[in-house]
């Protein structure tokens, strides 16, 4: 009979250390980049007074809602009760957090004082969507700390579903007010307007549902762990209908904006006539990310994993672009701030589409915000046993009995 | 009759203190006393501060009222443009109808509903009772969504180190700022800005500032002779900065 035990990340001493320092060199790096920036002043980066986000924004995130994402899986398994998904839940509660902690650590990095970190978590403007995505954020965190204690000791295994049903419902909260940081700028064009909210829960689902295969896959190169077929293809059909639903409530975001007619002019901009931003909304965002992920799925009569695969890795260059669309067109469009006259000359770049070019500081701070996500996921697995594997004779049992 | 002129333990010790403490007391008493009366009273909202600009009489080509914000506010650049602050700057502006050409300076709108306090986190930004719309540099941790929010651009982020900057205007770098309508003019009781002065000195009279609830303050004046329109009124911001002509 086939049982499942949950073991250590089992790998070669040699291996892990070798990731273990490659990602901390690139841990390193970005924290040097940040080091760089803040001593120096951010005039080092492709950030001005036109676009005030940039690259550090576009990684932090991304990961964040990857983190809301990811958590997917152990919703499925807690809340809608699939036994299926159980053994795959501390996983996925373990790189919710590990990518919610370097979302937060890039967004921290690329304040213009981290130092005054303490400030951010004393010093509180409740009417800020900011001030509550500081308690969103830090609650989460500890949410997913109770909730992979639940699922990994036994003795309060009791609690496991309503701290998961807390966690479901927290992430939902959570990427509602990512998603709002933009949706209440009445300001710019580009933003203002609720429908982000729910967009950016569904983009969640997608980017984490996909991160967690290609994280999955990783691990299965070096051990194999529980991934049937069946899992698989749930997954694959997941994609599919979360690659459906954002297509729809992208469409829904663009239709929106095309009936406020004070918004007209920048959806022509992003539509038609925006240059490097159309690219990267039609290609980028609607091809790469949504489009030939469908095709790919869609085409594969025999399901296979590498279409399954295919999909994944243009979904992810897909994600990052529509951040960049997103969070950088909005800005490079210039603000309307006169009705009834058009802006001839302006000493600050007032009547021109601003362009944004990022510098290596900001790259590394980025790559170094995935590589702690990394880092964090691997002294996880390492240390804990989140993997589960099939146990199917009896010596096999006890003999990985006998280790753990 | 004899006078006691021995000096008992007691009335030395009482006698000691009481030179001491006006010593030590005297010279408070008296900076205070020197000092402009509006330090010593709390800011209250019977002071209105506004703003009305009358664009017909800005001049194309002046650039007073910028140069003496920089002069006022310690705001030198570094020669880069895109970073540098600018917490006024001048627009030249056309008409889509009739074509017509003009100049307006542009500032905080100092809103009485203002989208970059409401979203700061740390509560850096803050509106003032009397109107007055500011950063307090103590608290703003840079993360600029502040500048994300504001309709009209007007804030800056500090780019770089600065270390010449006026004890007047307190500005860092990692912080965002913007015009405060000279608030440390205002509290030392000089109810004028700089860029209202220079405006005034150059002779074009096109930027009146005052207390809204003074009927013979200039802006008061200005918003009688003519009708003013606040930029971008669809939002309902309520702008403290008004502009006539427009």
Not at chain 1, 128 to 144: K, Q, R, V
Not at chain 1, 175 to 192: D, M, N, P, Q, V
Not at chain 2, 70 to 76: A, K, W
């Amino acid at each position: 009979m086939e049982k499942i035990i949950f073991k250590k990340f089992q790998i070669e001493s040699k291996t892990f250390w070798m990731m273990f320092f490659g990602l901390g060199f690139v841990i390193l790096i970005g924290y040097l980049c940040s080091h760089y920036m803040e001593t120096e002043g951010h005039y080092v980066t492709g950030m001005n007074n036109q676009i005030v986000w940039g690259l550090p924004h576009i990684f932090a995130v991304l990961l964040i809602v990857i983190a809301s994402g990811v958590l997917n899986i152990a919703s499925i398994s807690s809340v809608f009760d699939k036994k299926l998904y159980k053994p795959l839940a501390p996983l996925s509660a373990l790189l919710a957090m590990a990518f919610l902690i370097s979302g937060l650590a890039i967004l921290v990095l690329d304040l213009g004082r981290p130092d005054r970190l303490i400030v951010a978590m004393t010093t509180y403007n409740f009417k800020s969507i900011f001030a509550w995505n500081i308690f969103l954020y830090s609650g989460f965190a500890g949410i997913l700390a109770i909730y992979i204690w639940t699922m990994l000791d036994r003795n309060v295994n009791k609690f496991s579903r309503p701290a998961g049903i807390f966690a479901f419902t927290w992430r939902i909260v959570l990427t509602t007010g990512t998603g709002s940081i933009f949706g209440f700028l009445i300001s710019r064009e580009a933003y203002g307007t609720a429908i982000l909210a729910p967009l950016f829960i569904i983009m969640s689902l997608l980017y984490g549902t996909v991160v967690y295969f290609l994280i999955v896959k990783a691990i299965n190169y070096f051990q194999k762990t529980l991934f049937s077929e069946e899992i698989l293809q749930n997954l694959r059909k997941l994609t599919l209908l979360f690659l459906f639903a954002n297509l729809y409530f992208l469409i829904l975001y663009h239709v929106t904006n095309l009936y406020i007619s004070k918004h007209l002019e920048f959806e022509k901009f992003i539509l038609l006539n925006g240059g490097v931003y159309t690219i990267a909304f039609w290609v980028g965002q609607v091809v790469i990310g949504l489009i030939l992920p469908l095709y790919i799925l869609f085409r594969d009569e025999n399901k296979s994993e590498s279409s399954l695969m295919s999909a994944t890795l243009l979904i992810l260059v897909g994600s990052f672009l529509a951040m960049y669309v997103i969070i950088i067109a909005g800005q490079a469009y210039p603000l309307k701030m006169f009705t009834n006259y058009e802006i001839l000359e302006s000493s600050f770049y007032d009547n021109v589409i601003h362009t944004y070019i990022p510098t290596i500081w900001e790259l590394g701070l980025g790559l170094g915000g995935v590589a702690l996500s990394l880092i964090i996921v691997l002294i996880g697995i390492a240390n804990l046993d989140f993997l589960p594997t099939v146990i199917k004779s009896p010596e096999a049992k006890k003999a990985v009995g006998s280790d753990s | 009759m004899t006078i006691d002129t021995k000096l008992s333990r007691r009335g030395f010790i009482v006698k000691s203190i009481s030179l001491l403490s006006t010593v030590y007391f005297i010279p408070d008493i008296i900076t205070s006393a020197q000092a402009a009366k509006p330090l010593n009273e709390e800011v209250n909202s019977d002071t209105k501060w506004a703003m009305s600009i009358d664009v017909d009489k800005c001049a194309k080509g002046c650039t007073a009222c910028v140069d003496a914000c920089v002069e006022e506010n310690g705001l030198y650049g570094f020669d880069r443009p895109e970073t540098d602050s600018q917490w006024i700057r001048k627009l030249t502006i056309k008409d889509i109808k009739t074509d017509k050409v003009k100049v307006v300076p542009m500032l905080c709108q100092h809103c009485e509903n203002p989208p970059c306090c409401d979203v700061c986190p740390t509560g850096a930004s803050f509106r003032r009772v009397d109107g007055i719309v500011m950063v307090n540099q103590h608290t703003c941790i840079g993360c600029r969504y502040c500048m994300m929010a504001c309709p009209f651009k007007a804030r800056s982020f500090v780019h770089e180190n600065l270390t010449e900057q006026v004890t007047t205007a307190p500005r860092g770098k990692g912080c965002v700022e913007s015009c405060n309508f000279c608030v440390n003019r205002i509290d030392h009781g000089i109810p004028t800005t700089a860029c209202e002065e220079a405006c005034m000195k150059e002779g074009h009279k096109a930027i009146s500032f005052g207390d809204l609830s003074d009927p013979n303050s200039r802006v008061s004046q200005a918003l009688k002779t003519k009708q003013n329109r606040r930029l971008r009124a669809d939002l309902s911001l309520k702008q403290r900065v008004t502009y006539s002509n427009i």
